[in-house]
């Protein structure tokens, strides 16, 4: 396992500079006065390919030497890590693969195919997609980049905290969602070292909570497929993921689906910016505790934006 | 008829500046791909209160002299003016009254009332809004800040073209919308004086062009409520917008109502921000006309976020 550090993280940034935009941190006065609190949402809705995925996938792809790059990449995934490794291949020029479920949204497999990734359809089942991606990795040696357990990831994922600190002044805490862990560790990395002050959070939905489960257990529980709104936080941690939270974290908070919904509409409405339910997650989890967050500077990662404008889920 | 000046808009933007965002300016490859152009999104649709109004509200507001402002202000609107009226005189803690007519939707008078204004019922009839309004402004004193035919709310919308100029350099061209003509007025104040080689486009909806038919035939033509999706362009030139328009404007360009559902649609999408159809006005014009702004720097001047989000004109 090899473990990123902070100077992996600095080099990621300088790396994914040209790549990926440096989001604005927006606030809202009526929000701050819902939360009893101040928060600074940084707008990773408004992130290249639309999630703060684009900054892992580039540093992965952009990390590779020529002939690396000249075999590809590969990776699965039905959410934003795809479209975004797509996104990051189709900058450097070079091929990219993606394994998704068949029974993907064909919006989905749109979005991935839109930025120029081959995609390659396999059963919704964990063993298909094993055997698909490593047919597919034997056939083109490209060089597999995981969605979040890889350290160029969670190193590319780390510049988003640094990026925040660097606009925001005297934060209490940072909150994010949390899936797979790949953004909660990326923060971990750069907070523990650039601000060790700062407390980390997480949050996750009711339903898919096996993060919470393990923070609190004190190893790894991994849930198949939950279902949630929250569509981009069903997987599992994995090892390295694991190794971030249990070190660095302070609390996982979990919230209901209706918290979810109603969170992720009061940011449209009062911020008028476009979140999917999985960015909603902290805000719901800041508004739900208010003893853990009265009167403090909270900065709320908003995560993504990609989300069918036709199926919202308080319609 | 007092004419803003260069001078009465810089003293507004020291004056607001406290009282209102300096929004950010975003860009989509996405969209620069469809367009053909290089476009720069000014997003008065994250300004307080959900709308560049914010900006004139808070010059007339703040303005005024303590003896004036203890009497409060007064309009009529039954859109975006109203609220930010309401927001910049609850700022100041004066008093607000805003005349609306009975027929508008609650949501809306729920938003004017929700910043602190008394909101006053008039019948939907252009009689009954004066006499009403008489009335008001009888009983209370109060300050009459017209939704744009008025110096200091002209001089405060030029407050954005300033900060679009200040912060993208080498702009051929910028557009917004046009219904009374307040933020293209200020547009024109601001340009004309500061970039006079940037050239200055209005974009309306078809179903609503009496600007652009005044624009023709070279004198004001007022519709009596025009009926589009667009419904903070419903009202016509006055005097003093005008002024401007007639002096500085290269062209009125329209469109259909499609195609502002249409842009409006793909700015949410692309860009993960939530717009009102207004709003969306000026990119369906760019894409409508890519001979007027093929390979050039376009300034788009997104004008508010307010929509009502369980009504979407797409679903």
Same mark, same amino acid.
């Given at each position: 396992?090899?473990?990123?550090?902070?100077?992996?993280?600095?080099?990621?940034?300088?790396?994914?500079?040209?790549?990926?935009?440096?989001?604005?941190?927006?606030?809202?006065?009526?929000?701050?006065?819902?939360?009893?609190?101040?928060?600074?949402?940084?707008?990773?809705?408004?992130?290249?390919?639309?999630?703060?995925?684009?900054?892992?996938?580039?540093?992965?792809?952009?990390?590779?030497?020529?002939?690396?790059?000249?075999?590809?990449?590969?990776?699965?995934?039905?959410?934003?890590? +795809? *479209? =975004? #490794?797509?996104?990051?291949?189709?900058?450097?020029? /070079?091929?990219?693969?993606?394994?998704? @479920?068949?029974? &993907?949204?064909?919006?989905?497999?749109?979005?991935?195919?839109?930025?120029?990734?081959?995609?390659?359809?396999?059963?919704?089942?964990?063993?298909?997609?094993?055997?698909?991606?490593?047919?597919?990795?034997?056939?083109?040696?490209?060089?597999?980049?995981?969605?979040?357990?890889?350290?160029?990831?969670?190193?590319?994922?780390?510049?988003?905290?640094?990026?925040?600190?660097?606009?925001?002044?005297?934060?209490?805490?940072?909150?994010?969602?949390?899936?797979?862990?790949?953004?909660?560790? +990326? *923060? =971990? #990395?750069?907070?523990?070292?650039?601000?060790?002050? /700062?407390?980390?959070?997480?949050?996750? @939905?009711?339903? &898919?909570?096996?993060?919470?489960?393990?923070?609190?257990?004190?190893?790894?529980?991994?849930?198949?497929?939950?279902?949630?709104?929250?569509?981009?936080?069903?997987?599992?941690?994995?090892?390295?993921?694991?190794?971030?939270?249990?070190?660095?974290?302070?609390?996982?908070?979990?919230?209901?689906?209706?918290?979810?919904?109603?969170?992720?509409?009061?940011?449209?409405?009062?911020?008028?910016?476009?979140?999917?339910?999985?960015?909603?997650?902290?805000?719901?989890?800041?508004?739900?505790?208010?003893?853990?967050?009265?009167?403090?500077?909270?900065?709320?990662?908003?995560?993504?934006?990609?989300?069918?404008?036709?199926?919202?889920?308080?319609?």
């Amino acid at each position: 396992m090899i473990i990123p550090t902070l100077d992996d993280m600095l080099a990621a940034h300088e790396r994914i500079k040209p790549h990926v935009h440096r989001t604005p941190v927006l606030t809202s006065s009526h929000v701050d006065g819902l939360a009893g609190a101040q928060l600074f949402f940084k707008c990773e809705n408004l992130q290249k390919a639309g999630a703060f995925k684009a900054r892992g996938a580039s540093n992965a792809v952009f990390g590779l030497s020529d002939a690396e790059a000249a075999r590809g990449v590969a990776t699965h995934s039905s959410g934003n890590h +795809g *479209t =975004c #490794l797509s996104y990051a291949a189709g900058r450097r020029g /070079i091929p990219c693969t993606v394994v998704m @479920p068949r029974t &993907a949204p064909q919006a989905k497999k749109d979005a991935v195919a839109g930025y120029g990734a081959r995609v390659v359809e396999c059963e919704p089942s964990v063993t298909s997609r094993e055997a698909t991606f490593a047919e597919v990795v034997a056939e083109t040696g490209a060089e597999f980049v995981h969605p979040y357990n890889d350290p160029r990831v969670i190193a590319g994922q780390g510049t988003c905290a640094k990026e925040m600190i660097e606009n925001v002044e005297s934060l209490d805490a940072v909150i994010a969602p949390i899936g797979g862990g790949g953004m909660v560790s +990326g *923060t =971990c #990395l750069t907070l523990s070292n650039l601000a060790p002050n /700062i407390k980390i959070y997480a949050a996750e @939905p009711e339903q &898919a909570d096996d993060a919470a489960r393990s923070f609190k257990a004190g190893h790894i529980i991994a849930d198949d497929a939950p279902e949630t709104v929250a569509d981009g936080l069903r997987v599992p941690l994995k090892d390295l993921t694991w190794r971030f939270v249990k070190s660095h974290v302070t609390d996982i908070l979990t919230v209901s689906e209706q918290e979810i919904v109603d969170a992720m509409k009061l940011i449209w409405k009062r911020m008028k910016i476009v979140v999917e339910p999985s960015s909603a997650v902290p805000l719901a989890a800041v508004l739900k505790n208010p003893d853990v967050f009265a009167q403090k500077r909270v900065g709320v990662i908003l995560t993504g934006g990609n989300v069918d404008l036709d199926k919202l889920p308080w319609l």
